[in-house]
């Protein structure tokens, strides 16, 4: 491949990084919000294929980020190699792309969806408890019709 073919595919896969990073945090929000937001409290079982959905979901993105962090560093690897010598001319660039190493993401990966799948996880089991706690301090100053919608 030509350097610029090489710079585009880097770039897209950059993109595309960015873009499964940020379909992760939506999701973890999303699952976030609507577990605190169900009027009532969740079943057992409701809650048990909510956490394991979340898990399988968290598993798959992990392991796309990963294989397109591994296809980045090959990119990388093979920029350096292929423009060493027209990078003579601009050594920041140069030293810029060669010191990028993209080979610690399973690490990086492993505590940021393992820590949010365990934050989310615990709001799972618990939204009975916090939905109750909900019920006793914050639904009895709200008006009657609200009142009534929540009461279990």
Same mark, same amino acid.
């Given at each position: 491949m030509e ?5 585009k595919?880097l770039?897209?896969?950059?993109a595309k990084i ?8 939506g999701v ?7 577990i605190?937001m169900?009027p009532?409290? =969740? =079943?057992?079982?409701?809650? =048990?294929?909510a ?8 598993f798959i993105?992990?392991q796309?980020? =990963? ?18 010598g027209?990078?003579a001319? %601009?050594?920041?660039l140069?030293?810029?792309i060669?010191?990028l190493?993209?080979?610690?993401r399973?690490v990086l990966l492993l505590?940021?969806h393992g820590?949010?799948l ?9 939204q009975?408890m916090?939905?109750a706690?909900?019920v006793?301090k914050?639904?009895? %100053? ?7 919608l929540?009461?279990?």
């Amino acid at each position: 491949m030509e350097a610029e073919a090489l710079l585009k595919a880097l770039v897209d896969v950059g993109a595309k990084i960015d873009n499964i990073w940020s379909m992760f945090i939506g999701v973890q929000l999303a699952v976030f919000w609507m577990i605190l937001m169900i009027p009532r409290p =969740l =079943l057992f079982f409701e809650r =048990l294929v909510a956490f394991v959905a979340l898990g399988i979901f968290s598993f798959i993105n992990g392991q796309s980020l =990963l294989n397109s962090y591994k296809l980045l560093d090959a990119l990388r690897i093979e920029l350096a190699e292929t423009t060493g010598g027209a990078l003579a001319k %601009h050594p920041l660039l140069s030293n810029y792309i060669q010191s990028l190493d993209y080979s610690d993401r399973d690490v990086l990966l492993l505590m940021t969806h393992g820590g949010a799948l365990f934050v989310v996880g615990t709001i799972i089991a618990f939204q009975n408890m916090i939905y109750a706690a909900y019920v006793r301090k914050i639904a009895k %100053h709200t008006p009657d019709s609200v009142n009534k919608l929540s009461s279990p």
